[in-house]
């Protein structure tokens, strides 16, 4: 990977891309699956840009941000930890049905803009 970490960036924003084709074919909690791959993917360019190392090989977003020492605002950090706890329910639901009806085409969308503005927050980072 480039040491600028902007191909983690190129493939976050195509990460996001897949969230918003699946959110417009319904398929919801594959939608926040890859909106949460999306930041991960933008953190670890973040990482590799500031600590010039490969990034670690988590999908923990706290730790990530942790690591690299940066405080977004508050209303995009707060998102962060809430996509960070949800991404455990996409990775591994409990049942297909209950998931599915916990990411209701509102929530999902709502957490598609808030995606956006978190992987804007990140390229000013870069």
């Not at 970490?5 to 996001?16: P, S, V």
């Not at 074919?25 to 890859?34: K, P």
Request: hydrophobic letters at 35%; a neutral charge; charged letters at 25%.
């Amino acid at each position: 990977m480039k040491s600028s970490g902007m191909e983690w960036l190129k493939q976050a924003e195509y990460d996001l891309e897949t969230a918003e084709y699946l959110f417009s074919g319904g398929r919801y909690l594959y939608s926040v699956f890859m909106c949460h791959l999306a930041i991960e993917k933008a953190l670890k360019g973040l990482y590799e840009k500031i600590i010039g190392d490969f990034p670690p090989k988590t999908h923990n977003l706290l730790y990530l941000l942790k690591k690299i020492d940066k405080k977004p605002e508050e209303s995009i950090s707060q998102f962060i930890v809430t996509l960070n706890q949800v991404s455990i329910t996409t990775r591994y639901p409990e049942t297909l049905e209950k998931t599915q009806e916990y990411f209701t085409q509102e929530k999902t969308s709502s957490i598609l803009s808030q995606n956006h503005e978190v992987l804007i927050w990140i390229k000013k980072q870069l």
